[in-house]
């Protein structure tokens, strides 16, 4: 009986705390994972901008080879896996070194993604695209290199003054720290959760059992001895754990006494009641102060 009501008392509140606590975990995760990614979407964007200043000066310069070192040197940071120039009808026209990809590497996935904004029938082929692929590792962005009013006076100028877009950059940079970052805060989010489960199914196992199972085990104990005949009074103490139920119990225990006792005095034979009122009768005259009568008759004689 015991184990059945344990089991129905734990199991539900264990239920619901661990749930909530899943939840509010995976909710924690989402909003962190959202921000940490924003964050390093900011760092890259940052990069991004700064090359793209340095190359576009050298574009304006028409200086092609310190074009090919800048684009060489950023294709050495150790998180950058592509960077490339494109011209506005999406193929390469400067790119970093182009040494051989591996199997493992993302670059042609930023490449036909690069490829796939550069198209004419693109709506917003005009603006900063970033793609953020957690499954592949990558955060790849496409800047377009816009045509301004001094570019027709530069000595690179190949293109006419309608033109909006001259080009575009493209740098894929891999988001290991990133995941790995993610892969910790998940771990520990996991951890967290188990934590809970056996602190709540402990905690809550160790309070019913000192103020519910403990108190029912003892009423329990009182009641068979109720009804193996002790009476009320030598009952052990109740704690008043369960208040009014130990309360009722008990009553209930103490009128059974005094319904034996008013059933055994009427039950008793004619003889010994009468020997009772006798003893009180007599009782009584003592009391009274009036004297006995086998006295009274010593006197008399």
């Not at 790849?140 to 003054?161: D, G, Q, R, W, Y």
């Not at 892969?183 to 056996?198: E, G, I, T």
């Not at 709540?200 to 009423?219: D, S, Y």
């Not at 052990?236 to 225990?253: C, E, S, T, Y």
Request: with cysteine; net charge negative.
């Amino acid at each position: 009986m015991f184990d059945n009501l344990i089991a129905r008392a734990i199991v539900p509140v264990t239920i619901a705390v661990t749930g909530f606590v899943v939840f509010g975990c995976l909710l924690l995760y989402s909003f962190i994972k959202s921000d940490m990614t924003e964050e390093a979407v900011r760092h890259v964007d940052d990069l991004v901008v700064t090359v793209y200043k340095s190359t576009h000066y050298a574009m304006m310069e028409d200086d092609r080879d310190s074009l090919r070192n800048i684009l060489a040197n950023v294709d050495t940071l150790e998180a950058v896996e592509r960077v490339r120039i494109y011209d506005q009808s999406g193929d390469p026209k400067y790119a970093d070194l182009e040494q051989p990809v591996s199997d493992t590497s993302f670059a042609p996935l930023v490449d036909d993604w690069s490829r796939n904004l550069m198209r004419s029938n693109q709506p917003e082929r005009d603006k900063v695209r970033f793609n953020v692929n957690h499954d592949d590792g990558f955060i790849a962005v496409t800047m377009p290199i816009l045509n301004e009013p001094k570019c027709s006076t530069t000595a690179c100028h190949f293109h006419s003054e309608n033109e909006p877009i001259l080009g575009f950059l493209s740098i894929g940079i891999s988001s290991e720290n990133l995941e790995d970052t993610l892969s910790l805060l998940r771990s520990r989010m996991v951890a967290f959760s188990v934590m809970v489960l056996f602190l709540t199914v402990g905690g809550v196992a160790a309070l019913l059992r000192v103020n519910l199972f403990q108190p029912i085990l003892r009423l329990a104990y009182n009641l068979g001895q109720a009804v193996s005949g002790v009476a009320e009074a030598e009952l052990p103490p109740a704690d008043h754990k369960l208040g009014q139920i130990n309360r009722d119990f008990r009553a209930l225990v103490k009128q059974r006494d005094q319904a034996w006792q008013d059933l055994q005095t009427l039950n008793a034979p004619d003889g010994e009641v009468n020997e009772r009122t006798d003893e009180a009768a007599a009782g009584r005259r003592d009391f009274s102060g009036h004297k006995s009568a086998p006295q009274t008759g010593s006197e008399q004689d």
